[in-house]
């Protein structure tokens, strides 16, 4: 007869500790955040309960909080306006190579569009690039080339993760043009 052995389970692990220093700021900048809501009358003054425990133990049951959001008296509104179509770029090119266009000021822009309206015969790759100057020779790329097509549009949109002070275009060209033009503009929303 074989005997079973007895394997008990393994001892409970020590758990994490939080970082307290990072969670004590998280809280105080919530506090902040509640009292101006409640200074604008956005939300009914709380009372949050006090949880008292230790460090690594699963907190008391503390009973909930019910928060009552009154009518705004004054709504929050963020108006994104887009901007007028300036146009940065626009040439009858003729010849191969790297062209640029002009910067484009985005110091205060949210998103950023950039439309190409090509009517040349040959296809052109399109590069957005961002620099902290007005400069775009020693500007930064932003994302992949994109190709237009001989006689197509494009739209490139830019975001808050795209942002750079001033925006500008390279253009690449391999095969000569014979006929057309290529004219960049972009309209910006702050």
């Given at each position: ?33 509640i ?5 604008r ?53 003729r ?54 097509t ?25 095969t ?15």
């Amino acid at each position: 007869m074989v005997q079973e052995k007895f394997h008990p389970p393994p001892p409970p692990s020590t758990p994490k500790m939080a970082p307290w220093d990072a969670i004590r700021t998280l809280i105080l900048r919530l506090d902040t955040l509640i009292s101006i809501y409640e200074a604008r009358g956005l939300v009914a003054p709380t009372i949050a309960p006090t949880v008292v425990g230790v460090p690594g133990e699963p907190a008391p049951a503390a009973a909930p909080v019910q928060v009552a959001i009154s009518t705004l008296s004054a709504p929050i509104a963020t108006t994104w306006k887009a901007t007028e179509p300036v146009e940065i770029y626009k040439a009858s090119i003729r010849g191969t190579g790297v062209f640029v266009s002009k910067n484009f000021n985005w110091q205060k822009g949210k998103r950023l569009l950039i439309w190409v309206e090509s009517t040349l015969d040959q296809s052109v790759q399109i590069q957005p690039k961002g620099n902290i100057r007005d400069n775009l020779p020693n500007a930064t790329e932003m994302g992949p080339s994109i190709p237009c097509t001989s006689e197509g549009n494009i739209s490139i949109g830019l975001a808050w993760d795209d942002w750079h002070p001033f925006i500008g275009v390279e253009i690449t060209i391999s095969t000569a043009p014979t006929k057309g033009v290529l004219k960049i503009e972009v309209v910006a929303q702050e």
